[in-house]
């Protein structure tokens, strides 16, 4: 196996044995023939210029695979086995299709009027298509003998590697992100079409670097078009985020914990859980979903237990009930009191857990979580208080006015945005140590789960305004963008870079990704990204990054913070 798509891939260069993340070999090799299979997928769509409108299993499925392969997300060889044989059926269907268009161009009609069989040639030569569109494979052996050769390291070029994994990453962070706007119902099939085009492209032995770069900025296009959409679908259902305190202490109710990002199974374990004398808390990423004024109206949706995803191996223990997950960040479970605790639905799965799946219309059946937690104990409070977030688009432009008179008036001197990821490394220390640091006078805009080490410290407010702003999800630093946005518009500038804003951001899997090919796209200069840069970055990629955007990776807390308080 060769895996580096996340920040703790091994040495620094990539996990070659097992993952580090708990993936074995196996799973790290299903995943690559998913990936290369759905690259194959993608050409047929591409070449045979077919209307991804008309194939909407296909779009939900590519999109599905994507998600699965995210790092933390899925442990479950039979899942993959399962996911890969449905995708290798679907893109022989469509390359069916692409027999039927070609038996139309090369002219059926008069062939047949001419007394010719009406037989086209074969799709895979008249469209000169990659094996990954016609490879066949019939056990899961086949698959993982298959694996062994389509995986990162067969692109030799190790700067056209590392392009065409830049914008493979960055295309799994927007289809969870996609996968999230579908579930509540919304979808836009540019976002589909842009998908399989950015997949195709990374077969294409043709390319050039600059043509691979360019396609990594129109990723972050398409990936601000994704979180925008996901935006819409999250504030058109639950309403806009709101100024909320969250409580962090526990009640002497039997509770479900769930995880993840998908607030629409969020709803409907609100739903099913009512009036059953069940509670439900959030964890890690899920903590934002209280923000949301739809979700206020659950009496027994009663608050956050716990810190980020890494933290889970000690809290699901002492939360001693049933846990949700409905997206990555699964840690793998070491004792079976948690392990059988543990459900997981989406795209979500780990081995000899249950899988709960969706039927038809999209409901899903809890009932199992529900009548296993009215079986255990109650939560063991491991922290009292409160915690306060909510400050996404809306919240803030209602602020606006406070928050431009702090700047004018100097109380404000400079925003940090310090969104992205938390990890379990010791090197993250220096976020929570960096927030401590700053001088009294900033403030540190959130979004994702990289606000578990500092949102629990009391940094105090200014002039009301909290010196914290949790903005909600990584998916949400897209309304850190649209705060940017709306400052640079009030403060009449023509470049966003010309903000008091630093930004200096965590990353740990390819939600991060997307995210920061995203604010690239807006325009963004100067991200320094930590604690490690990407492995998955050549030497030479680096470089341009570094050169046409000023990316930068971190120093010591207090060279870094005179660095950004200079500029
Ligand atoms: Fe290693 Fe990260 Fe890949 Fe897991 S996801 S195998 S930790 S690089
Ligand atoms: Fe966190 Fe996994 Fe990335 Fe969504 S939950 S930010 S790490």
């Given at each position: 196996?060769?895996c580096y ?9 990539g996990?070659e044995?097992?993952?580090v993340?708990?993936?074995?070999e196996?799973?790290a090799k299903?995943?690559?023939l998913l990936i290369y299979?759905i690259?194959g997928v ?10 991804v ?6 779009n939900?499925?590519?999109?599905n695979?994507?998600f699965?392969t995210i790092?933390?997300a ?8 399962k ?17 039927v ?11 047949r009027?001419?007394?010719?069989k009406?037989?086209?040639a074969d ?10 569109a016609?490879f066949?494979?019939d056990?899961?052996?086949?698959m993982l003998?298959?694996?062994a ?12 590697r590392s ?7 960055g ?5 969870a992100?996609a996968h999230?706007a ?5 979808e836009?099939?540019e976002i589909?079409a842009?998908a399989y ?8 032995d ?6 691979l ?5 129109k990723t972050g ?6 979180m925008?959409?996901?935006d ?5 259902k ?24 998908d607030l629409a199974?969020?709803?409907q ?8 004398g069940v509670?439900?808390?959030t964890?890690?990423e899920m ?8 979700f206020k109206?659950?009496d027994n ?6 810190n ?10 002492s ?8 997206t990555?960040?699964i840690v793998?479970?070491k004792?079976e ?7 997981t ?7 000899g ?9 999209g409901?899903k ?11 255990l104990k109650?939560?063991t409070?491991?922290?009292t ?8 688009h ?9 928050v431009?008179n ?6 404000i ?6 969104a992205?990821?938390?990890?379990r490394?010791?090197?993250?220390d220096y ?6 640091k700053l001088?009294?006078d ?9 606000k578990?080490k500092y ?7 200014i002039?009301?305004i ?25 403060f ?5 870079n010309?903000?008091p ?13 997307i ?6 796209y807006?325009g963004?200069k100067?991200?320094h ?13 680096a470089k341009v990054l570094?050169e ?20």
């Open positions: 196996m060769f798509q996340c920040q703790e891939a091994a040495k620094g260069t996990c044995i097992k993952g993340c708990g993936k074995n196996q799973v299903l995943q690559d299979t690259k993608s050409e047929i769509i591409v070449k045979g210029k077919l209307d409108k008309e194939f909407s299993e296909v939900h499925e590519v999109f695979s994507l699965m790092t933390n899925n442990f479950d060889e039979d899942a993959f086995v996911e890969i044989t449905k995708m290798i059926a679907l893109r022989d269907e469509l390359r069916g299709k692409l027999f268009e070609n038996a139309k161009s090369s002219g059926g009609f008069f062939r009027l001419f007394g010719a009406n037989e086209a799709p895979a030569e008249v469209y000169n298509l990659h094996d990954a016609t066949q494979v056990s899961k052996a086949a003998q298959k694996a050769s389509v995986g990162v390291l067969a692109t030799e070029n190790e700067d056209v392009l065409r994994e830049l914008i493979t990453y295309l799994k962070g927007m289809a992100y999230h579908l579930n509540l119902g919304k836009k099939s589909y842009f085009e950015a997949l195709a492209a990374t077969l294409n043709s390319l050039t670097a600059e043509e770069v360019a396609l990594t900025l296009e398409f990936g601000v078009a994704t925008a959409l996901l819409e679908a999250n504030t058109t639950y309403g806009n985020p709101e100024i909320t305190e969250v409580n962090i202490g526990v009640r002497n109710n039997p509770a479900i914990l769930v995880s993840g990002h199974d969020l709803e374990l609100l739903e099913q859980t009512r009036g059953t509670d439900v808390y964890h890690s903590l934002p979903a209280h923000y949301y004024p739809a109206k659950y949706f009663v608050g956050n237990y716990g980020a995803w890494w933290k889970q191996l000690e809290e699901f223990e939360f001693n009930g049933p846990i949700l997950f409905t990555n960040c793998p479970p004792s009191s948690v392990k059988s605790r543990i459900f639905t989406g795209a979500s799965g780990y081995p857990c249950t899988h709960i799946e969706a039927d038809q219309s409901k059946d809890f009932s199992k979580i529900i009548q296993l937690a009215k079986s109650s939560p409070e491991i922290e208080g409160k915690i306060v977030g909510g400050f996404a809306e919240q803030v432009f209602a602020l606006a006015d406070t431009v702090a700047v004018k008036s100097g109380a001197k400079k925003f940090f945005v310090m992205g990821c938390d990890g490394m010791k090197s993250r976020y929570t140590e960096f927030a401590e001088p009294n900033t403030v540190i805009l959130t979004a994702g789960c990289a578990y949102n629990k410290l009391d940094l105090g407010n002039g009301g909290p010196r914290v702003l949790d903005a909600g999800q990584c998916n949400d630093s897209y309304s850190l963008a649209l705060i940017a946005l709306k400052l640079k518009e009030v009449g500038l023509d470049d966003v010309d903000l804003i630093a930004y200096n951001i965590a990353w740990y899997e390819q939600k991060a990704v995210v920061l090919l995203a604010l690239l807006l963004v100067n991200i990204l930590g604690p490690t840069l990407p492995a998955f970055l050549s030497p030479n990629v570094v046409t955007f000023g990316i930068a990776g971190i120093g010591t807390v207090d060279s870094d913070i005179e660095l950004f308080m200079g500029k």
